[in-house]
Nanobody
Framework: VQLQASGGGLVQPGGSLRLSCAVS????????MGWFRQAPGEEREFVAA????????AYADSVKGRFTISRDNAENAVYLQVNNLKPEDTAVYYC????????????????????WGQGTQVTVSS
């Protein structure tokens, strides 16, 4: 599975962006897709994830109500709409694929995701 993330940039606090992640190769393996972020000097952290079927999603508490994850199976893509951005949202955002079997909850751990994109920088600053 290959992933290509895009859509990052420099925005002012309160601004919005739409991050995209295009997926190619062995699409049939995908069970969940997720977004994680990593700020300088920090560990990579879970942001949001969605089942490839689209029936389950989950968000980190810090982004609930501001970020929305969606997927387009026809386009083999997953998106992250990020609204009302705050300086603490500044990080490199990574999309990732989980191939684990469907269970009752959306995976959130870095180790649950086997394939990763290259990351896209989001900087929130006035």
């Amino acid at each position: 599975v290959q992933l290509q993330a895009s859509g990052g940039g420099l925005v002012q606090p309160g601004g919005s962006l739409r991050l995209s992640c295009a997926v190619s190769r062995n699409i049939f393996l995908i069970k969940y897709m997720g977004w994680f972020r990593q700020a300088p000097g920090e560990e990579r952290e879970f942001v949001a994830a969605i089942s490839w079927r689209g029936d389950m999603s989950a968000y980190a508490d810090s982004v609930k109500g501001r970020f929305t994850i969606s997927r387009d199976n026809a386009e083999n893509a997953v998106y992250l709409q990020v609204n009302n951005l705050k300086p603490e949202d500044t990080a490199v955002y990574y999309c990732a694929v989980c191939i684990l079997p469907y269970v009752g909850s959306v995976p959130r751990r870095v180790g649950d995701f086997a394939y990763w994109g290259q990351g896209t920088q989001v900087t929130v600053s006035s």
